[in-house]
T-cell receptor, first 108, second 117 residues
């Protein structure tokens, strides 16, 4: 069965430090992976998807099929990056499975 | 409207009462999803609609939960005989439809916070 694991519920980093939010998945098919973000008092929204291979707000994520991971990275964290981040897996059955989320706090 | 609209934004009810939560998707979006967001539980998939039909109801936690969608637009999630464990934020999302390039891009509402006393 499909599964998305985000091992860290809380993550704190200092402003300017690198940040990595971990995501591992379990899926027998060809995965499509996404990161969603929810800033304080805002709606949950798409941050990036692995097929786009783009950098959004300085964040990148590489799909590693060997390690079944899709970690989200940013070299220099900013205060405005503080938010709840969800990793999500699309299985082709018109469903998007979300992880439990990681709350990132960037300390000024 | 400009985005997915949900109502009510907050609902406090007594255990055993029925509640209805409403979702207005973005105009033209054929796919509609309901999720439940609980503390420490992440986002739990409840049900998905393509048009008016629900091909996947597997996420509904019990037969007290039901959902319908009419006219390919507005959806209602109904919880009967509410229990305290039903307390959560219920999120609705819509998308243009299944298949690339829309795959996985869901547009979420602000949610309906349900508190069962």
């Amino acid at each position: 069965a499909q599964r998305v694991t985000q091992p860290e519920k809380l993550l704190s980093v200092f402003k300017g430090a690198p940040v990595e939010l971990k995501c591992n998945y379990s899926y027998s098919g060809s995965p499509e992976l996404f990161w969603y973000v929810q800033y304080s008092r805002q709606r949950l929204q798409l941050l990036l998807r692995h097929i786009s291979r783009e950098s959004i707000k300085g964040f990148t994520a590489d799909l590693n099929k060997g390690e079944t991971s899709f970690h989200l990275k940013k070299p220099f964290a900013q205060e405005e990056d503080s938010a709840m981040y969800y990793c999500a897996l699309y299985t082709g059955a018109n469903n998007l499975f979300f992880g439990t989320g990681t709350r990132l706090t960037v300390i000024p | 409207g400009a985005g997915v609209s949900q109502s009510p934004s907050n609902k406090v009810t007594e255990k055993g009462k029925d509640v209805e939560l409403r979702c207005d998707p973005i105009s033209g979006h054929t796919a509609l999803y309901w999720y439940r967001q609980s503390l420490g539980q992440g986002l739990e998939f409840l049900i998905y609609f393509q048009g008016n039909s629900a091909p996947d109801k597997s996420g509904l936690p019990s037969d007290r939960f039901s959902a319908e969608r009419t006219g390919g637009s507005v959806s209602t999630l109904t919880i009967q005989r509410t229990q305290q464990e039903d307390s959560a934020v219920y999120l609705c999302a819509s998308s243009l439809g299944a298949g690339a390039p829309n795959t996985g891009e869901l547009f979420f509402g602000e949610g309906s916070r349900l508190t069962v006393l």
